[in-house]
């Protein structure tokens, strides 16, 4: 994810963001005024963003200042709350009345959210590496994507609850004031292009007054942000420089990350010295994980790593291999270090040959792949993505949103798009693939965006899950006798981070073959130039599960329809950014004849209703709900499974 987000409280914007983050993650010297410390590490002053600024009196791009930083963040107030509280008391009235005057609403512990932008890592090595044009082209493409991003902040996910259990909810019409703050470098003192977007949670009301932004709404829409941002900021810099996306896998078995063509992976690798740091400490972690026992010398967890327990150890292993923030120095410096130590790792001739080798790249791949976005097509691959990457299948509106953006930049490679598209693309798939499962207890839960959902039909012929192994029939984790003694030693002859140690499959794969199936179902699956009959698509193999419920037939009088063999081509030019082998292909055409004998089986037992059968069915093993294993720190004996 290249958008992360924070909380700021207040309090800690005097202790941190003043000291650190808006001096470059430098430390700024005490009594030293803020413009002078950000000269001295070389980073440029703050800036104000949103469309909230005018309400406070702000323009937008004027330098954030250090008193405004103070009264807004550090204590929730009006940025100049020090002039509008002297002109009262110049005027007579009381320290109260005073102070209340520059007062934005009641006050509040958290004064804010930090917003992190970080393109990706090809885009930041153009950054560093190339030339002057190239760098301001990507800073300006950076920029442009965060003003998008916080306008759809805006208008989208910024909420301000009042009355009781907050069952009045406006969007700000106002907008929202933010102070954004560039960086550099990493701490490992490599190229990392990223901003600091600090939101202030204050906003007006339709009502005129001040209120605050709810913070979990934000958090819930982290993901959306982050692949609108992705990709918003990789098409500005493919159109202005000529260049295009492709996909790449970083981790076996995860969604590929999309990443300028061209670029060679060895330069990457160059800047992932901090990657390869949590992956060794992230094995470590792992292994201690998998043999921790509780006081009775049973195993604690598991005996093998689910997906959301690395999670969990992730960001532990990043905080355990966290190097000291080194001394903040000037771009132009920085960049004269990084072409050189660039130069040394991998050559000048491809250091210097950057931008043409990217170049040369996007005059080949946009001859080959054509950018042609089918929203049909998209809304099936998107809700089957969604509905096996999310526990339990079910889903809101934002998931399918985060999922649609990753599917228009997989498919456009860089190109720019019409802004709706992705809105189109998950209102097909909500109106024909989704079905709204939503209980309400709330008045929140009445709203779009908290709706419920859970796909239409059934994928119960793809390989169930696997269970974790039990501590009986998995792999012996061979815990130590003593509960108090360590994990057992690594082997002499591994090095740090190469421990054998039982993980267990991501789903992502298992997502990518399930829209694969659910789409070589439909009559007339093309992608390039041939007519989508949407009609057709919804009078699939299984008009029972793939019609919407309110236009379904009786489904027990349902006739059966020819089923159409998987076209093998279409699907080929369908997945080709995936770059799937022959094997998968025929994967997935077994899966998919495995997808049809399910229907027949289905229709099958209603004929059998229909003639007062009685025979119990057998459960699928998809039936049955996985079981999640605990998650580190959850080391109570009731937690481990029997």
Not at 615 to 633: F, I, L, V, Y
Request: aromatic content about 4%; some cysteine; charged content about 30%.
């Amino acid at each position: 994810m290249t958008v992360e987000i924070s909380v700021v409280r207040a309090g800690q914007m005097c202790r941190y963001y003043l000291r650190h983050t808006v001096v470059g993650d430098g430390h700024r010297p005490a009594r030293t005024p803020l413009r002078e410390a950000q000269e001295q590490a070389g980073v440029p002053a703050g800036r104000w963003m949103g469309r909230g600024l005018a309400t406070l009196g702000l323009t937008p791009g004027e330098e954030v200042t250090e008193s405004q930083l103070r009264n807004l963040f550090g204590e929730g107030r009006h940025p100049y709350a020090d002039r509008i509280e002297a002109s009262r008391l110049a005027k007579a009235d009381s320290p109260k009345a005073a102070f209340r005057a520059g007062a934005l609403g009641r006050r509040v512990t958290v004064t804010g959210a930090d917003f992190v932008f970080r393109p990706q890592p090809t885009i930041y090595l153009l950054w560093a590496l190339g030339d002057d044009e190239t760098r301001r082209v990507i800073e300006a493409a950076h920029e442009y994507a965060i003003e998008r991003v916080l306008a759809w902040i805006e208008d989208e996910v910024a909420v301000i609850r009042y009355g009781k259990d907050g069952i009045h909810r406006d969007r700000p019409p106002g907008g929202l004031v933010a102070a954004r703050f560039r960086h550099y470098e990493a701490r490992s003192g490599m190229p990392l292009l990223h901003d600091h977007l600090i939101l202030s949670v204050k906003g007006q009301r339709l009502d005129g007054k001040w209120g605050s932004t709810h913070t979990e709404a934000l958090h819930e829409n982290t993901v959306a942000a982050s692949a609108l941002y992705n990709e918003l900021v990789a098409a500005e810099v493919c159109e202005a420089l000529g260049l295009v996306t492709e996909p790449r896998t970083v981790t076996a078995g995860r969604r590929p990350v999309m990443e300028i063509a061209g670029v060679p992976h060895e330069l990457i690798r160059w800047t992932a010295r901090r990657s390869d740091q949590i992956a060794a400490c992230l094995s470590e972690l792992e292994h201690e994980y998998v043999t921790a026992v509780d006081d009775d010398g049973e195993p604690r967890f598991l005996p093998v790593v689910c997906e959301r327990a690395r999670a969990k150890l992730n960001p532990i292993a990043a905080l355990k291999t966290r190097p000291p923030k080194p001394k903040p120095r000037p771009l132009a410096q920085l960049r004269a270090s990084w072409k050189t130590s660039a130069i040394m790792h991998l050559g000048a001739d491809l250091v210097d040959s950057l931008l043409e080798r990217a170049r040369a790249a996007a005059i080949v791949i946009r001859a080959r792949v054509a950018a042609v976005v089918d929203v049909a097509l998209a809304a099936v691959d998107v809700t089957a993505m969604v509905f096996v990457m999310n526990g339990g299948g079910r889903f809101h509106r934002r998931h399918l949103l985060a999922e649609a953006r990753r599917r228009l930049a997989l498919v456009l490679r860089g190109r720019r798009r019409d802004p709706s598209l992705d809105d189109q693309i998950v209102n097909a798939a909500i109106d024909t693939h989704c079905l709204d499962i939503s209980e309400p207890k709330t008045p929140r839960g009445e709203e779009p965006g908290y709706r419920l959902y859970t796909a239409r039909w059934a994928l119960s012929d793809l390989e169930p899950v696997r269970r974790p192994p039990t501590a009986e029939s998995g792999p012996d984790p061979q815990p130590p006798a003593d509960p108090g003694a360590p994990a057992s030693p690594r082997p002499p002859d591994l090095e740090l981070g190469e421990r054998e140690i039982p993980r267990i499959p991501l789903r992502y794969d298992r997502a990518v073959l399930a829209g694969a199936v659910v789409r070589g179902k439909l009559p007339t699956t093309t992608v390039r130039g041939r007519a989508y009959d949407v009609a057709g698509h919804q009078q699939a193999a299984m008009p029972e599960l793939l019609l919407p419920q309110d236009t379904a037939p009786d489904r027990r009088k349902t006739k059966d329809v020819p089923r159409p063999a998987v076209d093998l081509e279409a699907l080929r030019t369908d997945l080709e950014a995936l770059a799937l082998t022959a094997e998968q292909l025929h994967q997935i055409q077994r899966a998919g004849e495995a997808f049809a004998a399910v229907g027949d089986a289905f229709r099958q037992r209603l004929r059998q209703d229909d003639h007062g059968d009685d025979t119990p069915r057998t459960p699928h093993p998809e039936d049955e709900h996985p079981q999640h294993p605990p998650q580190p720190g959850h080391g109570q004996r009731s937690g481990r499974r029997r």
